[in-house]
């Protein structure tokens, strides 16, 4: 069973950075993915940035192309978020998510077997 708890959410100004942390517990392999994913009040979850846990496969959202970092620390069992140059429209509970070995998209939140309880981010203008 993985586990995934994320953390470092908080309220910051349009053009602030952020970081958010997830910590990995579990048996982990190197073709399940993990990934971040996102929901705004209202809205669906969607996919932010994510790849495999080898760290082949890498994508991001367009939305936050250029602007956030995805990087895993293995000896860890962290998984990183760097967001850069945010926008009042990047408000929304972020998620650590993980799947099961095999999957074959790393950007698609049905393949996503684990879940962390989420982070809430707010960008205010």
């Known amino acids: 069973q993985v586990q995934l708890v994320e953390s470092g959410g908080g309220l910051v100004q349009a053009g602030e950075s952020l970081t958010l942390s997830c910590a990995v517990s579990?048996?982990?392999?190197?073709?399940?993915?993990i990934g971040w994913f996102r929901q705004a009040p209202g809205k669906e979850r969607e996919f932010v940035a994510a790849s495999r846990w080898s760290g082949v496969g890498l994508l991001y959202a367009d939305s936050v192309k250029g602007r956030f970092t995805f990087s895993r620390d293995i000896a860890k069992m962290t998984v990183i978020l760097e967001m850069n140059s945010l926008k009042p429209e990047d408000t929304a509970a972020y998620y650590c998510?993980?799947?099961?070995?095999?999957?074959?998209?790393?950007?698609?939140?049905?393949?996503?077997?684990?879940w962390g309880s989420g982070s809430q981010v707010t960008v205010s203008s």
């Open positions: 579990g048996p982990t392999y190197a073709n399940s993915a």
């Open positions: 998510a993980a799947t099961a070995p095999g999957v074959s998209r790393v950007d698609s939140v049905n393949g996503y077997t684990y």
